[in-house]
């Protein structure tokens, strides 16, 4: 095998592994997505008592949900997060409306009152960490 060859050999086998390597984080960040979806799925289902179909479709509904959801980039400018933010946040009121037409009168109530003990945590954990800051986001 000629020199040359050799080369194209060896660059060939560094640029896969390193576009494997690459992909390492993006893998470990989709499985991490998939075991908090099937976490909220069998919190669901626990709480509403769902049946399987709805079991079923409630996943299908939370896995389409999460699948765009990206991280915010550090080098994100102001205008590039107020957009994902935005964007974030009609994926959930799609994702719940969603959710509410698999549900039945009563779960719809039960999936409510889920709803808002969440946010009550989620506020009370931003003001424990971020202070009068994370009040102040609370409010938006």
């Not at 893998?27 to 079923?56: F, P, W």
């Not at 719809?108 to 003001?127: F, L, P, V």
Request: net charge positive.
């Amino acid at each position: 095998m000629s020199m040359l060859k050799k080369a194209g050999v060896v660059l060939c086998v560094a640029g896969f592994w390193g576009a494997a390597i690459g992909l390492v984080p993006a893998i470990a960040n989709m499985q991490a997505g998939s075991d908090r979806v099937e976490e909220k799925v069998q919190q669901l289902k626990q709480r509403l008592s769902l049946t399987e179909d709805q079991t079923v479709k409630v996943r299908a509904i939370l896995q389409a949900a999460h699948a765009p959801a990206g991280q915010a980039k550090a080098g994100a400018s102001d205008a590039d997060r107020q957009a994902m933010f935005q964007a974030a946040k009609e994926r959930r009121e799609k994702m719940n409306q969603e959710i509410k037409a698999v549900l039945t009168a009563q779960q719809q109530t039960e999936y409510d009152k889920y709803q808002e003990e969440r946010r009550a945590q989620w506020q009370k954990k931003m003001r424990e960490s971020h202070g009068a800051e994370g009040a102040a986001a609370e409010k938006k």
